[in-house]
């Protein structure tokens, strides 16, 4: 089971690296590599019946204090489908209200470990 919640917690880290990645092309949220990826970590955090289900947190990175956390990993979703909106704003024209929904969310985001 130790082996387990380690490697979880360094694909939890590899995930979490790679949040502000540049998609590939824009691309509808649910085609998104790193947003599958980071919604899957927080299923599997969430699944009854696993190792990882009763440890919180999963662990610290070396270079801060901020544990990872089933809310951290909750956060980083939020970031990326955020990210992901901002990068179809930018990447074509969108009706003012979207524009204003995306940057209106900046100021919600919840911090992520750096």
Excluded: M
């Excluded at 502000?20 to 691309?27: A, D």
């Amino acid at each position: 089971k130790i082996n387990d919640i380690i490697a979880f917690e360094e694909e939890c880290w590899q995930a979490l690296d790679v949040v502000t990645k540049e998609p590939e092309s824009p691309c509808d949220p649910s085609d998104d590599e790193v947003l599958q990826s980071l919604q899957s970590l927080l299923d599997t955090a969430k699944r009854k019946g696993l190792s990882v289900k009763n440890v919180e947190p999963f662990g610290k990175h070396s270079s801060t204090s901020i544990p990872l956390t089933r809310d951290v990993l909750e956060n980083a979703v939020s970031f990326r489908k955020w990210f992901l909106d901002l990068k179809h704003v930018e990447s074509g024209r969108e009706r003012a209200p979207f524009v204003d929904g995306v940057l209106k969310g900046f100021a919600t985001l919840p911090d992520l470990p750096p």
